[in-house]
Nanobody, 127 residues
Framework: HVQLVESGGGSVQAGGSLRLSCAAPGYTYDTYCMGWFRQAPGKEREGVAVTTFGGFGSYYADSVKGRFIISQSPGKDTVYLQMNTLRPEDTAVYYC?????????????????????WGQGTQVTVS
């Protein structure tokens, strides 16, 4: 079982920045896809950004390209999401998710069914 612990959410004014963290204590898989999804009230959960451990590529939703950056810790057990130039439409609960044992796939990375483990979510509010 993989536990994901998220932190870093909060409230910010439009144009501001936040950094989310997702820690996976004891995550020992050599390869995995890990990243962030979000769900706004009344909307479906959507992919924001994911990355494959080891630098094999990251994928972003068009709505966040150029504003959000996903990165990994050297110890491979934490993924970060740096969110810049935030907009009110970025307001949502952000969830960390991971699929151990395989890389992120360009054509299907945003499909929530592919992810085995999820965090509890952290609220991001942009006003």
């Amino acid at each position: 079982h993989v536990q994901l612990v998220e932190s870093g959410g909060g409230s910010v004014q439009a144009g501001g920045s936040l950094r989310l963290s997702c820690a996976a204590p004891g995550y020992t898989y050599d390869t995995y896809c890990m990243g962030w999804f979000r769900q706004a009230p009344g909307k479906e959960r959507e992919g924001v950004a994911v990355t494959t451990f080891g630098g094999f590529g990251s994928y972003y939703a068009d709505s966040v390209k150029g504003r959000f950056i996903i990165s990994q810790s050297p110890g491979k057990d934490t993924v970060y999401l740096q969110m810049n130039t935030l907009r009110p439409e970025d307001t949502a609960v952000y969830y960390c998710a991971t699929r151990p044992g395989s890389r992120c796939i360009s054509g299907s990375w945003s499909s929530i069914e592919q992810y085995n483990y999820w965090g509890q979510g952290t609220q991001v509010t942009v006003s």
